[in-house]
């Protein structure tokens, strides 16, 4: 939610560790959106986000055919991620 719209406009943070914030498929939705149209950001570490499933996991994959900026998505501790969307 409103972390996500105060990262939408960033042009300066290229790192964001989220790790273990209890965040869901919702979160995950949220930040894929942002992704859309933050071209900044490099890495995302999601990791320890048990709330993650392999829905979660698809929308963030999906949209770094947008994002080309983005090299890191860290999504490993999802337990309900498969191994091909983790890194």
């Known amino acids: ?3 996500c719209c105060g990262l ?3 042009r300066t943070l290229t790192y ?3 790790s273990r914030n209890a965040i869901g498929d919702g979160g995950a939705a949220s ?8 071209l900044t950001l490099q890495t995302l570490d999601l990791h320890g986000n048990a ?4 829905e979660g996991a698809s929308i963030l994959h999906s949209v770094l055919i947008i994002n080309d900026s983005l090299r890191i998505l860290d999504l490993s ?10 890194r």
């Open 51 to 54: 709330g993650v499933t392999i």
């Open 8 to 10: 939408t406009p960033n």
């Open 31 to 38: 930040l894929a959106d942002m992704l859309k149209v933050n």
């Open 16 to 18: 964001l560790d989220l």
């Open 1 to 3: 939610g409103y972390l």
């Open 77 to 86: 501790g999802c337990p309900d991620v498969p191994a091909e969307l983790l």
